[in-house]
């Protein structure tokens, strides 16, 4: 159906949240840091990005300011993976350009739910 | 379709044991360092804050509930409202080994035992609700922050009437006023939605929007495009529509908030009951005046990240491979490129084999044999290459440490200091595995024995703070690991007596002083009066010396009384691979691995000796040494049964020496080590297989093994009369 | 001159594999061989070839009937020698005297030893029924090495239980 990309530096919850979405049909691929998944952006049309906040090299609101930079991401939806207490992360989220967010912990069906809002 | 989470259990237990490991190296790295750099801080918080948030996405609320705690803490440190002082060091060491203790639970599937948690979240509880040493004097106290909800978010909007504003929508609305009849059950509601010109431009899509609430009931749409600009100023990727919206659903004011929740700020929404004449007063006023402009395009920034910092998470995480004993293995990509490149050139040397075989004459002999001289090069070039995958850097060995000595000297004292050096050096990974718990012991002992408290070493005129080294490199086919201390090095004369007192020599016995350092090797020898708890726990230096025996290598010390001692390991590099020296003994040909080699010699009839009870010795310079006939040893049949004439080959091992008689030298090589395990059982004095190049299987000598079974032979021999009473 | 070829029609040593024979599907098959006048038989699946003799490596100390190790196909494998263990016959060595590789593949056990025998017989086609008990006493064989006895004619073949067989000391102890 869809090309997600999911950036998480947590093995764990790249693993749950690719087989979540891969389970609906949906195209899936990774990156472990922000650095990576602008690499792997650039070379591909993803019509979604979702994205952690706190991950080493390039975190989630820079990965974001830099996909928007990018003229093929200027509309894409970009989803921020938060915490319930990070508030001024949702702001500089939004700041930053990010589409939405998507709150921890959540489990699948909330995922592919939020997910299917942001797509066409 | 339910996905199952208990899939992703195993990895989450493994990232966030590794998230450990990089977390207690941050906080050693932030306790040792005069100022904390932000970027151990950020590998410190990540690491607690993915453990957080994996733990509470698989359920483990337990973990999740205290490492909460732990990123409170850690955050305050990040954003600079407080410096971790060594209280709060401390207490992070602690938290990170109980988090470690409660996944280990979890992976061994045992429960979760709070009771160890529990007081640590009390302190870090007191410890937050204390601020400390902040740079921004505004801090507050801040307890567990509590979890935000986007309603909370967008009701901390300012809720002003701009009456100028509302006219505006009226009247631009156009029929917004008109009044549907309600289904039964269902409520109308009337939605004026007027989007920011960039809300395009956050990925966000008024018609998705208007999809969602299609979903919950019936939607109907009218569009404004009063304010679409004249088409040469139209820019295509800004939104000049605005629409009302009625929507007739059994939905609350929430449940049609919650669709609007992301662009909440980026829009001028009212919600309100169709039927109803007048606006209600709350409204949405986007937050335009703190809202900044999309940012402009940057440069994304290079990757200036202190290499220090992934490179430290990188080997955490191979730390908690080494001293796991994993079954798997990770491999630079390096490695496998060569490998690749290897067989590339094998089947090329394999097809121009294969081509000289049909059609072959004896004109193509020399090319066979320059093939075959090809075949042997690729061969051994592969076995190397191979062999290197199974290599690591010792550096997962050596990261133990920095903890372990900062532990065990502030436990019983002694002011050490840590050096490493060799740390890239790459060993074999069950070599290394199995070194890793002889090396803390030697360390242990090094620390707890051989260094002195600091009044001591000041009187001595020594540095307050004692230094231990630990220095890896390669010689030879071997890789050579040192513990170096400058503490107060082995006292000979001390170790002798002591050794007579245990009744391991006699009084007369005469030792070189290597020999007497070997001394502590020796099964049932401790110096300390008191065995402490620490090195003293049952794990003696002979079974240290042991381990490294059944690896194939050798311990030697080093030692100035007053300056310090230096313990040096040599290992195999490979444990699948052996330097062997073939030798004959009547029909059998036996592999005696070179490193255990002294020399090999003719028998000088005059230098041989016999002594008390069938001890028949040689001697070697100033040692004598046991001769041992094989065959006698293993009841086979030799050409040659005398000792005149006789062909000796010296081996050590344990610091003994014994001299093997045997018929014939033959070849050296490099074997393939088998185990007879796999369909027989060990066998005393061998410790394995090999199969020679013309298919014939030749038993690899276990020195360590055969020099062990005839001391214990020597020593009943002492002891003729006890051997008598033992009925 | 192929020197593939002419390497396809050189004998490989007393190699014969059991690869090719029909296995009938009802009743159990027991490749039977003769020690000395006696006549013995095992599970044929668990054979993996049979090989003419060859001089092993000697295990230093090992028993008498345990010969020493040989390769086969890279694999270090015990040979035994039945006669000396069951004290049957005479334990000579000739062009006919052969060796029987059983393997057992079981959880508790995975290992693979050759067995000189005198020379092998049919392969007998028995149903379990057939298998009568052997008597507790009087034979040199342990009794937990028989699985039974099997009336063929006149003769009698003993089957022997490849498990305890294959077992060294060292498996029992506790």
Redesign the interface.
Known sequence: MAQILIVD?????R??VT??LQ??GHDVQNAGDG?AA?TIAKSANFDAVVT?L?????DGI?LV??L??LPTY?????LL?T???S?DK?TQG????????LV???N?DKLLATVA??L? | MAIDLEQFYEVFFEESLEGLDAMEQGLLAVSSADEADPEDINTIFRAAHSIKGGSSTFGFTAIAEFTHVLETLLDEARDGTRTLDTGAIDLLLQSSDCLRAMINALQAGNAIDTSASAPLVAAFEIMLASPNNSNDNTSVPAGPSKPATTSELSSNTHLDIVAASVDNLLSDGGDSNIDYPDDSGSTQWRISFKPEAQILLSGNEPLRLFRELAAMGELRTEANISNIPAFDQLTCDECYISWTLWLTADVSREDILEVFDWVIDECMLTIDLANTETVEQEKFVPLAAERSQPPAPEQPKPAAVPTAAPEKAIAAKKASESTAGSASIRVGIDKVDSLINLIGELVITQSMLSELGSNFDMDKLERLNSGLEQLQQNTRELQESVMRIRMLPISFAFNRFPRMIRDLSAQIGKKVELKLSGENTELDKTVMEQISDPMVHLVRNAIDHGMELPEKRLAAGKSETGTICLNAFHRGGSIVIEIIDDGNGLDAQLLYNKAVEKGIITAATELTEQEIFALIFAPGFSTAAVVSDISGRGVGMDVVRRNISALGGRIEIESKLGRGSTFRIHLPLTLAILDGQLVRVGSQVYVVPLVGIVESLQIKKELVNKVSGNMTLYRLREDNVPIIPIHQEFAIEADNTRLEDGLLVVVEGEGQKIGLLVDDLLSQQQVVIKSLKSNYKNIDGISGATILGDGSVSMILDIPGLIRRVSDRKSKQKKPAAQHHAA | MDIQELAKTVPVEGEITLDGLDFISNGEEYLTFGLGEEHYGVDILCVNEIRSWELPTLIPNSPEYIKGVINIRGSIIPIIDLRIRFDVGEATYTESTVVIVLTIDSPELKRMMGFVVDAVSDVLNAQSSEITKAPLFGGIIPAEMIEGLINVGSNVVTILAIEQLLALEEDTDD
Do not use: C, H
């Open positions: 530096d947590s093995a764990s919850m693993n749950m087989a979540t389970s609906a650095q602008l952690d706190n991950m080493p090299i390039m820079e300011k830099n928007r930079a200027k509309y894409t939806p970009i993976l915490t319930e207490s508030a949702k939004k700041q930053a350009g990010a589409t939405g967010w921890k912990p959540f699948p809002r942001v066409n």
